[in-house]
């Protein structure tokens, strides 16, 4: 006997990342990075994002409290600590939590860096000297996404978000 499926499901959840919007220059200072948002759930601290990054991005070094799975579309990249391995096209990386490496495109590659990322937990981001520049885990990218298309007059974004907690009947 099949079991009972835990929720009722109407249709699939299903996005068509060519039929979304391309959020130009997403990140708060760090230009040269498109992004989309995919999955954004604060309660489990879960985030997929498919970003563009163009010629000469570096992202500040940052530490991560979770994994991360990252497959690289097209373009390449490379941490800056491991020059020697740049992630091309068809490459998946793990990275596993408690890893501190910085994000960067070489400044002659040909074309953007296209990559799907799905991140648990936070980025600690830290500037050159080491000092604490700030947290991005998905309620952070919420609330980004949220300005952006304030900011710039756009509809808002559609990603697939869970249902928050809640109780199962009324309180009393």
């Given at each position: 006997?099949?079991?009972k499926p835990a929720m009722d499901h109407k249709a699939l959840l299903t996005l068509n990342t060519h039929?979304?919007?391309?959020?130009?220059?997403?990140?708060?200072?760090?230009?040269?990075?498109?992004?989309?948002?995919?999955?954004?759930?604060?309660?489990?601290?879960?985030?997929?994002?498919?970003?563009?990054?163009?010629?000469?991005?570096?992202?500040?070094?940052?530490?991560?409290?979770?994994?991360?799975?990252?497959?690289?579309?097209?373009g390449s990249w490379n941490y800056v600590e491991y020059p020697d391995q740049p992630q091309t096209a068809?490459?998946?990386?793990?990275?596993?939590?408690?890893?501190?490496?910085?994000?960067?495109?070489?400044?002659?590659?040909?074309?953007?860096?296209?990559?799907?990322?799905?991140?648990?937990?936070?980025?600690?981001?830290?500037?050159?000297?080491?000092?604490?520049?700030?947290?991005?885990?998905?309620?952070?990218?919420?609330?980004?996404?949220?300005?952006?298309?304030?900011?710039?007059?756009?509809?808002?974004?559609?990603?697939?978000?869970?249902?928050?907690?809640d109780y199962t009947c009324p309180t009393a």
């Amino acid at each position: 006997m099949l079991p009972k499926p835990a929720m009722d499901h109407k249709a699939l959840l299903t996005l068509n990342t060519h039929e979304m919007p391309m959020y130009k220059d997403a990140l708060p200072g760090v230009p040269g990075v498109d992004a989309q948002p995919l999955f954004l759930d604060p309660h489990q601290g879960i985030w997929v994002l498919r970003a563009v990054f163009h010629p000469g991005v570096v992202l500040p070094k940052h530490y991560h409290t979770g994994t991360v799975h990252l497959f690289t579309l097209s373009g390449s990249w490379n941490y800056v600590e491991y020059p020697d391995q740049p992630q091309t096209a068809g490459s998946y990386l793990y990275e596993p939590g408690g890893s501190i490496h910085q994000f960067t495109v070489p400044a002659d590659a040909s074309e953007p860096a296209v990559a799907v990322m799905v991140v648990y937990g936070a980025n600690v981001n830290f500037d050159d000297e080491g000092n604490y520049l700030g947290i991005m885990d998905a309620s952070d990218i919420m609330h980004m996404f949220d300005e952006l298309v304030a900011e710039r007059g756009m509809e808002p974004a559609r990603y697939i978000r869970p249902a928050a907690a809640d109780y199962t009947c009324p309180t009393a």
